[in-house]
């Protein structure tokens, strides 16, 4: 067991997108959300912008980390990013797909839709986070499943998932 926990902290801290970057604390901003009106049908375009936005670093109790400040390629020709939080515990009813992405099955209480892809999630390795790069580790799903349960009520009060919703 010990030895699978090391690989996983190894493949974790090899997937990384962008580290978190310390800042003031602030709240999540409506900012997020962008959209694209691309005529391509192309996975990972590099024409089209990235997704720029950021959230606050879940904490335990008092502990402030800071803001992550994320930038993602799209997977899709036209979508908009989704940021939800919830509170540990949480459910989630998603799963690989034919597309080789982690989908959304049922409406969440947090604001995910059916066929929103899973991008990234907040994970912690010990008392220090990251976030899981959940699209290109999607093929491992029990990789996903391992990240999503780090986030847990003895580090975190609660959870970061970070959504690309097609229009």
């Known amino acids: 067991m010990t030895s699978q926990i090391g690989f996983f902290l190894l493949l ?8 978190f970057v310390p800042t003031p604390a602030t709240p999540l901003s409506a900012s997020f959300l962008t959209k694209s009106t691309s005529s391509t049908t192309a996975i990972y375009d590099t024409a089209r912008p990235e997704f720029e936005f950021s959230f606050e670093i879940p904490k335990k109790g008092i502990a402030d980390v800071g803001t992550a400040e994320v930038r993602l390629p799209p997977l899709l020709d036209n979508s908009e990013v989704i940021v939800v939080r919830y509170d540990l515990p949480f459910g989630l009813n998603a799963a690989p797909d034919g597309s080789g992405q982690v989908v959304v099955t049922e409406d969440g209480k947090g604001g995910e839709k059916v066929g929103d892809i899973l ?7 010990g008392t220090q986070p990251g976030i899981f790069d959940v699209s290109k580790n999607a093929a491992n799903f029990d990789l996903v499943v391992q990240a999503l349960v780090t986030n847990d009520l003895s580090v975190a009060d609660d959870i970061v998932l970070v959504f690309e919703r097609p229009l």
Not at 119 to 125: A, D, H, K, S, V
């Open 12 to 19: 974790l801290s090899s997937s990384l997108t962008d580290a």
């Open 119 to 125: 991008r990234q999630t907040t994970y912690w390795r």
